[in-house]
């Protein structure tokens, strides 16, 4: 059994900066791709950013230039830095993983945590 939790959400002024954090545990051989989805009320959910085993990165548009994706591979941790933020990003965020367990390889997904972006 694979778990992801993520921590770090909650209510920030716009302009502010905050840091989300999503530990993978259990029966883990290896992690590939991590990466950080989001979901506003009425809207589709959207990629982020994501992150490669080798520490290559790619992000949406909007977030280029104010969010940094990042992991710990020791710890089994993904990493998403947000500066600079507007209402725009207030929204439900998840990580999610590509995790090599015995023995296939299964994605999986985080329980969400809320970021809401206000004065």
């Known amino acids: 059994q694979v778990q992801l939790v993520e921590s770090g959400g909650g209510l920030v002024q716009p302009g502010g900066s905050l840091r989300l954090s999503c530990a993978a545990s259990?029966?883990?051989?290896?992690?590939?791709?991590m990466g950080w989805f989001r979901q506003a009320p009425g809207k589709q959910r959207e990629l982020v950013a994501q992150?490669?085993?080798?520490?290559?990165?790619n992000y949406t548009d909007s977030v280029k230039g104010r969010f940094t994706i990042s992991r710990d591979s020791a710890k089994n941790t993904v990493y998403l830095q947000m500066s600079s933020l507007k209402p725009e990003d207030t929204a439900v965020y998840y990580c999610?993983?590509?995790?090599?367990?015995?023995?296939?390889?299964?994605?999986?997904w985080g329980q969400g945590t809320q970021v809401t972006v206000s004065s």
């Open positions: 999610c993983a590509d995790i090599y367990v015995p023995w296939a390889t299964n994605n999986y």
């Open positions: 259990g029966r883990i051989i290896s992690i590939y791709r």
């Open positions: 992150i490669s085993s080798g520490g290559t990165t």
